[in-house]
């Protein structure tokens, strides 16, 4: 049984990562984390026999995320688990404004999704999973956005920097456990999702490159959810997995 704990999975790149294990059927676990459950994933999961349950959650409550790490791992046969994996998926790009414009509630929920949230999940995941014989290994999803500037996304970027440290660093750590847990950080791209609806409707005062993302809807340029989940699935399952590494979607599309 492979085990599968996925963040921001009613919509977007979470719900396609989900919907591509399901689809698989076999000897699979899904345990969604969102703020909503996905009826028509949860129909799907009863068609294909397949394990799924939806935790509703807010990961901005960061107090509660440990507990929630308990419920998931209550609905784990233990003992049946040959592999278990955590996508740090859930994320929002808001506030969009010059950094003079942020409030303080606005900057703290930014960061408490897109950074603390994956750091105190997979804090918990290595504990619960320490003894664990299975294979362990937690991808976060973060973004081209923290590698350079861009006006607009102070918080964001520097968001997605810190989750590119944290991976690093964790990676580090566990490398010198037996069986210790794999990282790595995973750079989706431009996709055609929620975010990038949030994205284009910014105005040019508070985001200046929004023509330019525009332009990518309407040329045509946003990559589905479902091509970007099935590269990130690649790269979580690869038998040379890159460990404490920023992995980029362009690089997985030359090949």
Known sequence: MKVFIITGASRGLG???????????????????????????????????????????DLADLGELDNLMDRAFDLIHKDEVEGIYLINNAGTVEPIAPLEKF???????NIDINLSAPLILSSAFIRRT?????????ITVTSGASKRAIYGWSAYCSAKAGVNL??????EEEKDHENGVGFAAFSPGVMDTDMQVTIRSSS???FKPVDD???????????????????????????????????????????
Do not use: W
């Not at 698989?24 to 028509?40: K, T």
């Not at 320490?130 to 937690?138: I, L, T």
């Not at 944290?166 to 990676?171: K, S, V, W, Y």
């Open 15 to 57: 719900l396609s990562a989900a919907d591509i294990l399901i689809e698989q059927g076999e000897a699979v676990q899904v345990i969604c984390i969102a703020r909503n459950e996905n009826p028509e994933l949860v129909e799907k999961a009863e068609k294909k026999d397949v394990s799924l349950n939806f935790l509703k959650a």
């Open 103 to 109: 409030q303080y509630e606005d900057i703290k929920r």
């Open 166 to 171: 944290f991976t690093a660093c964790a990676a």
């Open 213 to 255: 993302f525009r332009g990518l809807k309407e040329e045509g340029k946003l990559r589905p959810a479902h091509v970007v989940a099935e590269k990130l699935l690649q790269v979580l399952f690869s038998a040379e997995f890159p460990n404490g590494e920023f992995v980029d979607i362009k690089d997985l599309m030359e090949e």
């Open 130 to 138: 320490r003894y664990m014989k299975a294979e362990k290994r937690v």
């Open 204 to 206: 040019k005062e508070n």
